[in-house]
């Protein structure tokens, strides 16, 4: 099993719609996590964070489930711009400390 | 953040040969980290440079193939050595943000091996 798996998608939506991707993971030592945004031939970058059971940003809400190790994005109001790859991020500090990345999901937003 | 560059941003190299990408960073960083992003995949961690001591390599990556030099706390290189096709990828630094557990990354080097 994969240590953080996601749909890889895509998911085309257009624009205005509210879409939701979620991943799981399997370590429960799993400290922290994140959202980063990857553009085509670009590197991820930051989106949030996710330290508590949940946090919203605007239009962006990633909540997450302890219990189940599950972590969720909700993009609301879709705009072209959002369409880029989400990938879901853990942090483990089991001896070593380290990210590990999901393969991310393909948002295509559409006019 | 950090203001992360990586030189080449690309580069096309023959079979054999060795390349060695560098990393530079505008403001001293403990930690910095080399990954890999294979054609449609995901970042996979290569390994952790901190100055003034030995890469820790994960599994299934090793220093003869991917040596990693840390000079100091703003700069680091990989090498990737003795290159084959299956090297062809992006590899990407990343350095730690304010939070220790977030992480910032490079442009990326778009590597292809003929």
Known sequence: RKEVEQDPGP???????????????SNSASQS?????QDCRKEPKLLM???SSGNEDGRFTAQLNRASQYISLLIRDS???????????????TGFQKLVFG????????? | SAVISQKPSRDI???????????????QVTM????????????????????????????????????ISRP????????VSNMSPEDSSIYLCSTQGGVSDTQYFGPGTRLTVL
């Open chain 2, 32 to 67: 910095m980290f080399w990954y890999r992003q294979q054609p449609g995949q995901s970042l996979t961690l290569i390994a952790t440079a901190n100055q003034g001591s030995e890469a820790t390599y994960e599994s299934g990556f090793v220093i003869d193939k991917f040596p």
């Open chain 1, 49 to 51: 964070s996710v330290y």
């Open chain 1, 79 to 93: 705009k072209l711009s959002d369409s880029a790859t989400y990938l879901c991020v853990v942090f483990m500090n």
């Open chain 1, 33 to 37: 996590f994140f959202w980063y945004r």
């Open chain 1, 11 to 25: 998911f085309n939506v257009p624009e205005g719609a509210t879409v939701a991707f979620n991943c799981t993971y």
């Open chain 2, 72 to 79: 100091n706390l703003t700069f680091s290189t990989l090498t």
């Open chain 1, 103 to 111: 393969t991310g999901t393909r948002l295509l937003v559409s006019p």
């Open chain 2, 13 to 27: 190299c023959q079979r054999g040969t060795s390349l060695t990408i560098q990393c530079q960073v505008d403001s």
